[in-house]
């Protein structure tokens, strides 16, 4: 998979879940602590959220935020 695909994959996640519980970016950097400005760029893939900061996102929606390496089929060496 290539680095970039998990940035799509957040992005996608985060804008997906914002919209299913009917929250605006002022309403999740509010709950957050982090700026309506860094959302957004989050949203638009126009910066990588850190750690840090997508267990933050996870816990305003209600979630918690789980990490794992997992065997991958297609890596290439």
Same mark, same amino acid.
């Given at each position: 998979m290539p680095t970039q695909d998990i940035y799509i994959e957040i992005q996608q996640?985060? !804008?997906? =879940?914002?919209?299913?519980q009917k929250m605006t970016q002022k309403e999740l950097a509010?709950?957050?602590? $982090?700026s309506q400005a @860094? $959302? &957004? *760029? $989050? =949203? @638009?893939? =126009?910066?990588?959220p850190t750690v840090d &900061? !997508?267990? *933050? $996102?996870? =816990?305003a929606f209600g979630k918690r935020l789980l990490i794992s390496f997992e065997e991958s089929?297609? !890596?290439e060496i």
């Open positions: 996640m985060i !804008l997906g =879940e914002r919209k299913k509010k709950r957050t602590g $982090i @860094n $959302i &957004s *760029k $989050i =949203e @638009n893939g =126009e910066t990588h &900061s !997508l267990k *933050k $996102i996870a =816990e089929e297609d !890596l």
